[in-house]
């Protein structure tokens, strides 16, 4: 209750201000039927006044936040592509035994419409992706994420996450992914069965790699070109991309 004392306060001396001048006001010109047109015609505009107030406007402020809050997430995306997602995806990929069933797909053009991502996106669904362990330097990639641990946790503290689902799996699962590696001791003479939990570890990480960067191009070419340009430029699926302008 004292959390809403000023709030109760400020109502009841918002109505008594409000007894206090039409008093005044009746006491200057003495005409109650005046007061009272005015006082019913106010009080039948209060269901309109309630309609605009909460639907239109309140709805229009909440979708410019909602807004706002995606756009600080995909720069949340942008800072993970940039500092680990682009590595990681470009080394595990190479590991990939069926890579060239999608990578065509995966070579992001500036032409392309939202058809064309929303295609390659159900193709990426049923793609089926594998990792070869056994090809994988797993100290390789300890090394590398144990570099970008504190990055990785200060990302997970971001309360923006909680508007990007998908976005939040893939961080949990390279975070998880990154544990894992932490916890052994070391990488050589691993049994089979830690061998193939590894795997799966690396699988996840993976598949929720590859949707989330197609997801992310999406959102730069159709919002920040010139950042859709040094994407395309780096682009870890494009053999023949270069970060060079030429």
């Known amino acids: 209750m004292g ?22 006001h009746y006491a200057i010109f003495v005409d109650p039927h005046h007061i009272f047109i005015y006082m019913l015609g106010d009080i039948a505009f209060i269901p309109i006044e309630v309609l605009l107030v909460t639907l239109v ?13 995606l756009e600080k997430m995909n720069m949340v995306i942008g800072a993970f592509f940039g500092e680990v997602g682009t590595r990681l995806l470009a080394y595990l990929s190479d590991f990939d035994p069926r890579l060239n069933e999608i990578k065509k797909d995966l070579v992001v053009r500036d032409d392309w419409s939202a058809q064309q991502f929303a295609d390659v996106s159900r193709r990426l669904h049923k ?99 010139y950042l859709f340009s040094l994407a395309m430029r780096t682009n870890p699926f494009d053999e023949s991309a270069s970060v060079l302008v030429g």
């Open 3 to 24: 959390r809403f004392r000023w709030q109760i306060i400020l109502a009841l001396a918002l109505v008594v201000l409000s007894v206090m001048l039409y008093l005044l």
């Open 57 to 69: 406007i309140h709805q229009v402020l909440s979708q410019r936040e909602k807004r706002s809050r």
């Open 127 to 225: 793609h089926d992706y594998q990792v070869e362990i056994q090809k994988v330097r797993l100290e390789d990639v300890h090394a590398f994420l144990k570099a970008k641990r504190d990055f990785l946790v200060r990302l997970l503290e971001n309360p923006s996450l909680l508007e990007h689902e998908s976005f939040t799996d893939l961080l949990r699962s390279v975070f998880h992914l990154t544990e894992e590696l932490e916890k052994r001791e070391g990488m050589t003479d691993l049994p089979g069965t830690d061998i193939e939990h590894l795997a799966v570890d690396l699988k996840r990480a993976y598949v929720l790699l590859v949707h989330e960067w197609l997801g992310y191009m999406r959102h730069l070419r159709y919002n920040y070109p």
